[in-house]
Structures are given as structure tokens and as C-alpha cells.
């Protein structure tokens, strides 16, 4: 007997691989690969034990072991199909396609606007003045704005300055950029518990992790201790900027 092989099946695999795709991304910068390696797996022995080596007692607790599983997968990973739906709903893809076409429109534009925050963060930096900032991309922020005061002021490099100044009462917390413009200061950030995280680094920096592994905002650091400009995005930090590398990250899209 021959399997028949046509296009709708050539593209059902491709869809699924890149489903898998993105859910093994998804669990690698939230820091649960192994959970999901460990599901697989899992899986892989269920296949085996009740379709290839027909095992009726053990493949019936497998059976039943999948039914509860899949509401207890639900529960454990709601963080992160959370942030898979919000990422699906957002029309990434769409508004990087808008952006190509448009790029040379809005290049000039984005760099007037990013160019503030960049001399902020050179000028505490030099003064060894603690900073926050987070920039928002296409998830919503809206729970960590809400732990914050709301300013929704246009960017300003004084403003963030004095925002960030030690006697100031928002200081201690984050800076929220929403649409080019300073949505609320003295947030509270989710603190990430990665053990990989160098010793030197402080809370600042653990917040700013923690906040690129939940969502898909950039969040930019200046130490208080050594006055150096560093950066978390995607659940991965960027260390020791100088003002050009954090020019060409600001503007960087994806």
C-alpha cells in the first residue's frame, strides 16, 4: 500500500513544527525547558508503551495519567499560555510588515524620540544615579502600570533624570514607555529567581530580567554601584552598553 503525501499534509507538518517551535521558545525564556523536555518525554514513552509495544495495563494508567495532565499542563504553564495568547492577539507579524514597508518613514522619528532616553541614561550613568527604565512592545503592561503613579508625560531627558534622582520618591522603582511616551514611574517589577544570574548584579537588574522573561518589554538598567548601562530582552541580559549599542537596541524592533 502506498501513503498518499499531499500538499495539505506537507503543510500540517510544517505547521506543527512550528508550533513546537514556539512553545520550545516560549518554555527557554521563561526557564521551564526542562518541564517541557520532561513532558515530551513523557509523551514519547505513552506512544511507545500503548501503540507500539501494546501494553494494556500500564497503557491504561498512561491513559489516565494524560487526562488529568493535560489540566494540571493548564495550571502550571498559565504564565506562559498567557503570554503566548497575548503574543498571538497582538499582530506581531502584521506590524512588522507594516514596519518594513514604512521604515524609512519612521527612522528619523524614532531616533528623535529614543535619543532623550539615551542622554538620560548617559548622564546617570556618569553620576552613578539608579535607573529603571522599560520600554513596552506589543503585551500590555497595564498590571505593572497600575502599581506605579501614572505621569503620561512626553519623553524628556530632564524629567527622567529628576525621576531617577536619589531624594526622589519614585527612584526606587521602574519607568514605563508606552507609544513614546513616559506612561508611570515607581513600578513594581516581578523579580526573576534564575539562578544564572551573576552575583554582582542587584535587584535592579534581576527586575529587569524578570520582567523581559514574562513579557516581551525591554527593560534598560543603570547600576547605582558602577554607573554601567545594561539591558534585559527576551530573558537575556546585555551588559555593559555604551551609548551607541544602546541607540541601535532602542531602535531595533524584534
Not at 501503540?51 to 493535560?70: A, C, H, P, Y
Not at 495568547?85 to 524620540?113: M, W
Not at 505621569?151 to 530632564?158: K, L, T, Y
Request: with cysteine; charged share 20%.
Amino acid at each position: 500500500m502506498f501513503i498518499e503525501f499531499g500538499i495539505k499534509d506537507f503543510i500540517d507538518i510544517l505547521l506543527v513544527a512550528y508550533l513546537l517551535y514556539q512553545t520550545y521558545r516560549l518554555m527557554k525564556d521563561s526557564g521551564s525547558i526542562n518541564i517541557f523536555t520532561g513532558i515530551l518525554v513523557f509523551i514519547g514513552c505513552w506512544l511507545i508503551v500503548s501503540q507500539v509495544l501494546e501494553m494494556r495495563l500500564l497503557g491504561s494508567i498512561f491513559d489516565k495519567l494524560v487526562s488529568v495532565g493535560t489540566l494540571a499542563i493548564i495550571i502550571l504553564f498559565q504564565d506562559e499560555i498567557r503570554k503566548f495568547l497575548l503574543t498571538l492577539g497582538s499582530h506581531k507579524q502584521l506590524g512588522s510588515l507594516f514596519r518594513f514597508f514604512t521604515k524609512n518613514k519612521q527612522e528619523q522619528s524614532e531616533k528623535a524620540d529614543i535619543m532623550p532616553v539615551v542622554m538620560a541614561c548617559l548622564s546617570m550613568s556618569k553620576g552613578k544615579v539608579g535607573a529603571l527604565i522599560v520600554f513596552e512592545k506589543s503585551m500590555p503592561l497595564n498590571d505593572i502600570i497600575q502599581t506605579g503613579e501614572v505621569i503620561h508625560a512626553d519623553i524628556n531627558q530632564r524629567l527622567i533624570e529628576n525621576i531617577f534622582f536619589k531624594n526622589s520618591p519614585l527612584h526606587d522603582g521602574a519607568m514605563v514607555i508606552r507609544h513614546k511616551r513616559i506612561e508611570a514611574a515607581g513600578c513594581i517589577l516581578p523579580v526573576s529567581h534564575d539562578l544564572s544570574i551573576p552575583k554582582d548584579l542587584g535587584l535592579r537588574h534581576r527586575a529587569a530580567l524578570g520582567i523581559s522573561q514574562e513579557t516581551d518589554a525591554l527593560a534598560i538598567i543603570v547600576s547605582e554601584e558602577t554607573g554601567g548601562i545594561s539591558a534585559a530582552y527576551k530573558g537575556q541580559f546585555h551588559l555593559r552598553l555604551t551609548a551607541e549599542e544602546l541607540e541601535r537596541l532602542l531602535t531595533k524592533e524584534d
